[in-house]
């Protein structure tokens, strides 16, 4: 594995990112790539030779919705027809979790502070009715089989921290938002958590978390990834 940061590579020079993907994709077989826009991850997959994997992006972040997709089918089967509560920042998670939920056929509940909501044509999907907008995040949370939240502040968004604190005080999940979700619901958050700010330590340290298992899948589904996109196959 080579490890490239924009200080290790002609990225650093200014180099277009397409000519740094003419380069490195002749002596690797996959990329994964982590970054801010992802119109750069657009313009290097459109001149790379092998597979290009979104490690994250601002505006999406596939590898952990598998891995929390996954770790809700491993404990509650079938995800289809479910309903997701994403209740904080309509970031990369929140637009990412409307892909799936529109190709598995689940519903997404989101509720954002005012103007941080998700919007479709940045999340990319074609069916509007796999999501709902809630202003109040108990709402969304009411009858959901899985809860899940994120930071307040994104990475590379650090500058607006104050004033995302101030917005997002009222979706925190606690105990009350769990209660008004189903009975058996799970709890999820991509990590890193701050407790007391997005989520309670009740909820994020209590039984009905499976964040631990969600970040260890996240090593088992890129492996699945990589050999899929390497071999073809699955399994
Ligand atoms: N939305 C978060 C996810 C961190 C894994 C971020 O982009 O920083």
Same mark, same amino acid.
């Given at each position: ?65 598998? &891995?929390? @997709?996954?770790? =809700?089918?491993? %404990?509650?089967?079938?995800?289809? +027809?479910?309903? $997701?509560?994403?209740?904080?920042? #309509? ?9 799936? &939920?529109? @190709?598995?056929? =689940?519903?997404? %509940?989101?509720?954002?502070?005012? +103007?941080?909501? $998700?919007?479709?044509?940045?999340? #990319? ?111």
């Amino acid at each position: 594995m080579v490890h490239l940061t924009t200080g290790d590579s002609q990225l650093g020079r200014a180099e277009p990112v397409e000519d740094s993907a003419r380069v490195i994709s002749r002596m690797v077989d996959l990329v994964m790539i982590r970054t801010f826009e992802q119109s750069k991850l657009e313009g290097f997959a459109s001149q790379s030779r092998v597979p290009v994997i979104n490690g994250l992006t601002n505006e999406y972040h596939p590898c952990q919705i598998l &891995a929390d @997709v996954f770790t =809700f089918i491993e %404990h509650r089967g079938s995800i289809e +027809g479910k309903t $997701v509560a994403c209740v904080g920042d #309509g970031n990369n998670m929140a637009n990412t979790w409307l892909h799936p &939920a529109e @190709v598995l056929g =689940f519903t997404v %509940h989101v509720s954002t502070p005012s +103007g941080y909501g $998700v919007d479709p044509a940045v999340a #990319g999907i074609s069916n509007t009715s796999c999501y709902k907008v809630f202003k109040d995040p108990l709402e969304a949370c009411r009858g959901a089989h899985l809860v899940t939240t994120d930071v307040w502040t994104s990475m590379g968004y650090e500058a607006e921290n104050e004033a995302r604190r101030q917005a997002f005080a009222d979706w925190c999940v606690d105990a009350e938002m769990m209660a008004a979700a189903q009975p058996d619901a799970l709890f999820m958050h991509c990590l890193p958590a701050h407790r007391g700010e997005e989520v309670q330590a009740d909820v994020i340290d209590g039984p009905q978390s499976v964040v631990w298992d969600e970040a260890e899948n996240r090593l088992h589904v890129q492996k699945a990834l990589m050999e899929y996109l390497l071999l073809g196959r699955i399994g």
